[in-house]
């Protein structure tokens, strides 16, 4: 009877072992717990630099981004972006920068933007910090993102869709606009108009 007990007890014993492995294996494939190639933290830095003399412009346009422009002494225009988010956007964001005479102009562009609806509300950013001459003048254009230029004498325009406007030191003729931040003026001559529609 010991023994027949004993093996009733084994062979009840392995529907509960099932169960317990089945519990196991759903949660691990619940949609909070998936995670793909795609949905991994990434990043990437983009470097260029370019020799150039006062009196030129810089154009930049971009997707999304924070642009911060401060002028030097140096003969150069040299460009930094950092871009961090989940790999797949990542991978999929792409900026070019190419000389023409003494102008230089820079493009970010997300290739995968149609094909990701939603992919703005995730944790995606890109950080433009750039160095130019003092004599030189820009246009910039962000479809996200602040925007900040210090120590500059030449001309600025452009807009931001969404994102603070800082100058410090601007001594060119200013206009500007952006769709929703604060705008602060320190230390700027020249003509400067400057919008925003909230902030």
């Keep these: 009877m010991k023994t027949s007990n004993k093996i009733i007890l084994t062979v009840g014993a392995i529907p509960v072992v099932i169960v317990v492995l089945m519990l196991l ?5 619940l949609p909070g717990n998936v995670s ?3 949905d991994e933290a990434s990043s990437k830095k983009f470097n260029q630099s370019f020799t150039v003399t006062p009196g030129g412009t ?3 346009e971009t997707d999304i981004g924070s642009i911060r422009i401060v002028g030097t002494s140096d003969n150069s225009v040299s460009v930094t972006a950092d871009i961090q988010g989940q790999k797949e956007d990542v991978s999929h964001f ?3 920068a190419h000389q023409q005479g003494n102008d230089v102009r820079i493009e970010g562009k997300d290739v995968g933007l149609e094909s990701r609806p939603g992919r703005w509300f995730s944790k995606f950013k ?3 910090t750039i160095q130019v001459p003092r004599q030189y003048s820009l246009r910039l254009s962000t479809a996200g993102g ?4 210090s120590d500059l004498e030449g001309s600025v325009s452009g807009m931001t869709s969404g994102g603070d ?3 410090k030191g601007v001594k060119g003729d200013v206009e500007l606009a952006t769709s929703a931040g604060d705008i602060n003026v320190e230390n700027s001559a020249g003509k400067i108009s400057m919008k925003t529609s909230g902030g």
């Design 94 to 96: 792409e900026i070019t």
């Design 25 to 29: 294996v759903l949660r691990v494939m």
């Design 126 to 128: 890109v950080a433009y």
């Design 58 to 60: 810089l154009s930049l």
């Design 36 to 38: 793909s190639s795609g």
């Design 165 to 167: 406007v800082d100058l």
């Design 146 to 149: 602040e925007v900040s230029v």
